[in-house]
């Protein structure tokens, strides 16, 4: 028997074919997103989308779908009939607004010009407005639920995004039917069942304990937003690894399977990682590297660890309180170099070495000690997710001089964003969560040994690989055998179809003593451009804001 994942990303989806007996990924096929993401101009009229907007087309979703899942069964030259159940992982916070049968209103005539019709991805930060009401609002009812989410709730969040559109498109909010997570939209589309799985849930629409805030908070923020969560939400919740329904005929014949398998209830791309990578024991942290990063773990106690994005009970894996933290830019960060600052030379020279850009770098910047570019970084190019839940941060470089090559800025980059993954662990610790083990996952550590390197170098911890290039896509594949009944649990499905490499990457002593004195240089510029004593990285993005909104 066979099961399938599909990993929607944030420029493609990715289809996993699965034996349920072993775990053994038989093939994989990689669909592209046609409109890619939606952050210049809107795709119908050529609109100018404002700065710190990003959007999708959820066309997109159904189409990738479609052709991921159909080349993976072509490669992997098996019957349909073979194949027992699916199941999805998604980037969230990604909602997009719709009608009760759920047509999302970009499909419909008097919507297509409209941005806030649109899917609003996880990196949208329009609606920081928006979160800084809820953040006020929360802090000055004296919410309980907000140090959940360490004490700051963020723009990439599934309200702040709903609220923007009340705020800046009552006449769109009006026509709003539901606001539903991506993730539970395609469910939505392959079983004609409406839920909302309980890891988008917990970790970005506030519910706690089965509950969402009440409707005095929400009237709070906006008279118009008293009953949003019955109006325009729902409350279907469905539990991870559960039977979301079943694969409906006509998406059946779409995606090529057979009608009525099992589809698992939908997850999140960075939470679905865990088992597929065994972590489904506390004191593992995950971490899933790849235009941003997501840290997961799995603890026994329920700790307010600041700036973390939540922690929700059986979020991961039931039976445990699960913990998300994250960095908003990783990979991002090193295509911004590669694809605007390095010099044309480099470019030719990596053309005449037969590598890659990225490779090239890497190579060149390994062959350097640590420290030996006096440079340190702050990653924050896309703002800043954990700890300081601030979108309204930039990137800082320091320390260059006329001598200062591209190699240089590019380790600089990526131990910057080591010392952001080991501020978080130091967040977690400081609260007296233990973080045991690091296991990496994703495109950046499969193919980046010097990243591997310094990111043990520099949290002083070993690292284990995950044993999947497609780990998110595994672990949904897993949900899908525990929707179809393979296995009973996921602690199950993991102890079978969970993989990791036999390599472990230790930390070199030598290595350690020098990061330890940049990262104490680090935490000096993190603290001091991040925690309001210099706001001038605030002032110049307001600056920036005022000038491209004046006409030309």
């Excluded at 420290?371 to 190019?381: F, Q, S």
């Amino acid at each position: 028997m066979y099961v399938i994942g599909v990993d929607f990303g944030t420029l493609s989806a990715r289809a996993l074919v699965v034996s349920s007996e072993d775990g053994r990924e038989i093939a994989t096929a990689v669909a592209p997103y046609p409109h890619g993401v939606i952050d210049d101009t809107l795709p119908t009229s050529g609109q100018k989308l404002p700065p710190e907007w990003a959007l999708q087309h959820p066309q997109d979703y159904l189409d990738t779908l479609a052709a991921s899942v159909k080349a993976a069964l072509a490669e992997a030259k098996i019957s349909a009939e073979d194949v027992v159940g699916i199941a999805i992982d998604f980037t969230a916070s990604s909602p997009l607004p719709t009608t009760a049968d759920g047509t999302p209103l970009c499909f419909l005539d008097d919507y297509r010009e409209e941005p806030h019709a649109y899917v609003k991805l996880w990196k949208h930060h329009a609606s920081q407005p928006q979160a800084d009401r809820i953040n006020q609002v929360a802090a000055e009812r004296g919410e309980a639920w907000l140090q959940r989410y360490g004490g700051k709730y963020s723009s990439e969040w599934f309200f702040s995004k709903l609220l923007q559109i009340l705020d800046e498109a009552p006449e769109v909010y009006q026509a709003i039917d539901t606001f539903i997570e991506s993730a539970d939209w395609v469910i939505w589309q392959m079983t004609g069942n409406k839920t909302h799985n309980t890891c988008t849930a917990g970790y970005k629409m506030l519910v706690q304990d089965g509950n969402y805030p009440s409707p005095e908070f929400f009237a709070a923020l906006h008279p118009d937003f008293e009953h949003v969560i019955d109006e325009k939400v729902g409350r279907e919740f469905a539990e991870l690894g559960e039977r979301a329904g079943d694969l409906t005929p006509e998406m059946a014949e779409a995606v090529g399977l057979r009608p009525g398998i099992a589809v698992a209830v939908a997850n999140v791309d960075a939470h679905v990682t865990a088992p597929a990578v065994k972590a489904v024991e506390p004191g593992i942290m995950v971490m899933i590297m790849g235009t941003s990063t997501c840290h997961i773990m799995n603890a026994q106690e329920l700790q307010e660890v600041p700036g973390m994005c939540g922690v929700v009970p059986g979020g991961i894996i039931p039976g445990y309180y699960g913990y998300e933290a994250g960095q908003s830019g990783v990979g991002d960060i090193f295509a911004w170099f590669v694809d605007q600052a390095v010099p044309p030379e480099y470019h030719e020279a990596a053309q005449a070495a037969g590598m890659d850009l990225h490779r090239y770098l890497e190579q060149e910047a390994a062959q350097q000690q640590p420290g030996e570019h006096g440079l340190i970084a702050l990653d924050w190019w896309n703002g800043n997710r954990s700890t300081l839940v601030d979108t309204g941060l930039t990137g800082l470089l320091i320390g260059m001089t006329l001598a200062t090559t591209a190699p240089d800025i590019y380790r600089a980059l990526i131990e910057a964003t080591a010392f952001g993954t080991r501020e978080i662990i130091d967040a977690f610790e400081g609260q007296g969560i233990a973080v045991r083990e690091l296991v990496a996952a994703g495109g950046l550590p499969e193919k980046n040994a010097l990243l591997r390197q310094i990111y043990a170098d520099v949290t002083g911890r070993p690292i284990k690989l995950s044993g999947s290039p497609q780990a998110p896509a595994l672990g949904s594949a897993m949900h899908a055998a525990v929707a179809a009944g393979v296995f009973s649990d996921i602690q199950s499905a993991a102890e079978k179809m969970g993989t990791l490499k036999d390599e472990v990457i230790h930390p070199i002593p030598e290595n350690r003593a020098v990061y330890n004195q940049l990262y104490a240089e680090y935490k000096v510029l993190y603290d001091t451009f991040g925690r309001g004593v210099n706001d001038v990285m605030k002032r110049l993005k307001t600056i920036r804001n005022q000038v491209r909104l004046q006409p030309v």
